[in-house]
C-alpha cells in the first residue's frame, strides 16, 4: 500500500498530482491511499506530537494486509514529518518524498505579465533511516 500522509490529497476534486505521479506510486506500493496530515499547533508538546505520530504509525501498519508493501510519503510540518518518518520506519514502511521541478511560465493577461508556477513531478527520494534518541 501506498499511502499519501500530505495535505495534498491523491483523490481529491482539484488534486495536484499527476497521472505519472500516481502510476509511479502504484508501482511503488500498490493500493494508493490518502491520509490527511495531522493538524500540529505552536502549544502541542514534545510528548503529544511523539504520541500522535506513534497512533498513526501503528494505525496505517495495521491497516497494511500481511505481505503488502508498505510504503508512505509523508510532507507536512517539519518536526512532525521527522517522528512519523520514524515510527513508520520501526513497522518496516519505506517512506519517500515527492520531487518536482519548480516551472516558471510567463504570459501577457490584459497588458500585464503574470507569472505562473507550475511543479512538474520528477519521482520520489526515499528517506534516509532515522532513529530517535
Not at 516551472?103 to 493577461?109: K, T
Request: proline content about 5%; some cysteine; aromatic content about 10%.
Amino acid at each position: 500500500m501506498f499511502f499519501n500522509v500530505s495535505n495534498h490529497p491523491i483523490f481529491a476534486e482539484k488534486s495536484t498530482w499527476s497521472e505519472e505521479q500516481k502510476a509511479v506510486a502504484q508501482h511503488m506500493g500498490g493500493k494508493l491511499v490518502d491520509v490527511p496530515f495531522p493538524v500540529i499547533t505552536p502549544d502541542m508538546t514534545d510528548g503529544r506530537l511523539r504520541g500522535i505520530c506513534h497512533e498513526i504509525a501503528r494505525d496505517l501498519a495495521g491497516s497494511v494486509p500481511y505481505g503488502d508493501a508498505k510504503v508512505a510519503m509523508v510532507a507536512g510540518e517539519y518536526a512532525a514529518t521527522i517522528l512519523l518518518i520514524a515510527e513508520l520506519q520501526l513497522y518496516g514502511f519505506t517512506c519517500v518524498f515527492g520531487q518536482s521541478e519548480r516551472v516558471a511560465e510567463e504570459r501577457i493577461e490584459d497588458g500585464k505579465v503574470v507569472v505562473v508556477h507550475k511543479f512538474v513531478f520528477k519521482g520520489f527520494r526515499t528517506a534516509p533511516a532515522i532513529q530517535l534518541v
